[in-house]
C-alpha cells in the first residue's frame, strides 16, 4: 500500500480496520455507561440517548427485516432471489447516488464492497457494544496502539 502514500496512522486492511473503529465504538460506549449518559434530564442526555437509538436501528433493522423477509418466503425460491436482489440493487442506487453526488464514478463498482463493509460495520457496532458490558472499566485511560513504521 505504499503506492497510495496514505498516512501511517490510517488502518490498511480491513481487521486492522475493524479493530480500530472497535476501540473507537468500545471507548464510546464506556464513556456512555461511565457517565451514565441518558439517566439525566438534560438536552445532551435526550440528544445522545436518541443517536444511540438511531445507530441501534441502523445496526438491527435491515437484519431484521430481512429475517422476516426469508422466514415469510422461505418456501418460494423465486421471491427470494427478487429480494436479495431488490436488496443489493438499493445498495447500487446509492452508490450511483454518491458517484453523481460526488462525482467519483468508481462508486459505482464499489457497490458490492459497500454492501460487505456496511455489514461488518453492524458487527463492530454490535461487537463493542458487548465488549463495552462485558468489559467495563472503572478508569477513563488511553493506551495507544503500536502504529506503522514511517519510512523516511
Known amino acids: 500500500m505504499a503506492f497510495l502514500n496514505l498516512p501511517p496512522f490510517l488502518p490498511t486492511t480491513i481487521r486492522s480496520w475493524y479493530r480500530q473503529n472497535l476501540r473507537w465504538l ?5 464513556g456512555v455507561i461511565g457517565h451514565k449518559v441518558g439517566r439525566r434530564a438534560t438536552a445532551f442526555d435526550l440528544a445522545y440517548v436518541g443517536l444511540i437509538f438511531d445507530w441501534l436501528l441502523y445496526t438491527l ?3 431484521v427485516i430481512l429475517a422476516v423477509l426469508v422466514v415469510a ?3 418460494d425460491p ?8 431488490l436488496y443489493v440493487a ?14 467519483k464514478w468508481r462508486l459505482l463498482a464499489l457497490a458490492p464492497a459497500l454492501l460487505v463493509i456496511d455489514w461488518v460495520a453492524r458487527v463492530n457496532f454490535a461487537h463493542a457494544a458487548v465488549k463495552a ?4 472499566t472503572s478508569e477513563c485511560r488511553w493506551e ?9
Do not use: E, K
Not at 438499493?90 to 462525482?103: C, D, E, F, P, T
Not at 495507544?144 to 523516511?152: G, K, L, N, T
Open 90 to 103: 438499493g445498495y447500487a442506487v446509492w452508490s450511483a447516488v454518491g458517484a453523481i453526488a460526488l462525482r
Open 26 to 30: 468500545w471507548g464510546t460506549f464506556q
Open 144 to 152: 495507544s496502539p503500536a502504529r506503522y513504521a514511517v519510512a523516511a
Open 73 to 75: 418466503n422461505h418456501d
Open 61 to 63: 433493522i435491515t437484519p
Open 133 to 136: 458490558i462485558r468489559q467495563p
Open 78 to 85: 423465486a421471491r427470494l432471489a427478487h429480494i436479495g436482489l
